[in-house]
């Protein structure tokens, strides 16, 4: 039974920083993500890692945002700067098991997600 479970949310000032944690079953994970929805608006992809530690942004957190995991794969990581406004929205762990980042269009798990307000 694959669990994600997230933390590290709260609320911010714009120029803050926060850092997310995603806690995961001991598995071994093609890909692992970070998403975001925000109000009225769809889910989003903000950064994705491979099983390698190759990774992949969203346009508007480039140089922002950092994913990273640690070895174990039982941990993923979203080091958020210089946060804005726009960052607003539950962020989401996903991750997948079958296929490497750009070959996944489907995550097959999913944590609850956690709050990130900025103002």
């Known amino acids: 039974h694959v669990q994600l479970v997230e933390s590290g949310g709260g609320s911010v000032q714009a120029g803050g920083s926060l850092r997310l944690s995603c806690t995961a079953s001991?598995?071994?994970?093609?890909?692992m993500a970070w998403f975001r929805q925000a109000p009225g608006k769809e889910r989003e992809e903000v950064a994705t890692i491979d099983s390698d530690g190759t990774t992949t942004y969203e346009d508007s957190v480039k140089g922002r945002f950092t994913i990273s995991k640690d070895n174990g794969n039982e941990r993923l990581y979203l080091q958020m700067n210089s946060l804005k406004p726009e960052d607003t929205g539950m962020y989401y762990c996903?991750?997948?098991?079958?296929?490497?980042?750009?070959?996944?269009?489907?995550?097959?798990?999913w944590g609850q997600g956690t709050q990130v307000t900025v103002s």
């Open positions: 001991r598995y071994t994970y093609s890909c």
């Open positions: 996903a991750a997948d098991v079958r296929y490497e980042c750009a070959m996944t269009i489907v995550y097959s798990y």
